[in-house]
């Protein structure tokens, strides 16, 4: 099952997949035709069938695929024939920097840091979002309130070097959708639900 992804020029899509194994699911990269049939295998599972690191795609202004894995910033850029053009990573101590839980109970456990997406704002920086414990987070009861059990940290890296240029928290979940867009689904008093739609810019 397809478990993100985005869509190419030239219909195709880029995507990060999950397949079940006795591990856990494992993600491999692939490409699939616009009716689903695979085109090709950027980063295929391991013959023994490894579980393999969650995954985010994005592509950048020239249409060149990245990915990201979820549990440590490791950012891979793909060159056309499907090996790696370029790698860049490091360390960051909101990151769980380990194998992420199959189960927590985040009404009493606090999650563990994941990258949940990454995308290209219109200055051709990487923005890289991760969904982090709420900073003042604390056990809840009742039914779940998201808010209070994640934060949202972006941070913006120049693609280029792999430097961060700069970092930012949301009091909320926010995720990239594409085109130097994200969003966020915002509750208000009175229960109604709505989506904030941000454009995704570095302010000098």
Do not use: C
């Not at 090709?40 to 995954?55: C, D, K, N, Q, V």
């Not at 985040?106 to 200055?123: L, R």
């Amino acid at each position: 099952r397809v478990h993100n992804f985005v869509v190419m020029p030239n219909g195709e899509l880029f995507a990060a997949s999950a397949h079940p194994t006795p591990a856990g699911d494992a993600f491999a990269l692939r490409q699939f035709t616009p009716i689903g049939d695979p085109a090709a295998s950027i980063e295929p599972l391991s013959s023994e069938g490894a579980t393999m690191s969650r995954r985010f795609v994005a592509l950048d202004a020239q249409q060149a695929r990245w990915s990201v894995t979820a549990e440590h910033l490791e950012i891979t850029k793909w060159a056309r024939d499907g090996k790696p053009e370029k790698r860049l990573s490091g360390r960051r101590e909101w990151l769980i920097n380990a194998p992420i839980p199959t189960r927590i109970d985040i009404m009493n456990e606090k999650v563990p840091g994941q990258v949940s997406g990454i995308a290209f704002g219109g200055d051709g920086n990487l923005f890289v979002f991760a969904m982090v414990a709420d900073a003042n987070w604390k056990p809840q009861t009742g039914r779940p309130d998201f808010q209070k059990i994640y934060d949202t940290l972006v941070e913006v890296i120049d693609p280029r070097t792999g430097t961060l240029i700069a970092r930012t928290r949301f009091e909320s979940m926010v995720f990239p959708i594409g085109n130097g867009l994200a969003y966020a689904l915002v509750e208000d008093a009175d229960g109604d639900v709505r989506a904030q739609i941000y454009t995704l810019t570095l302010k000098r």
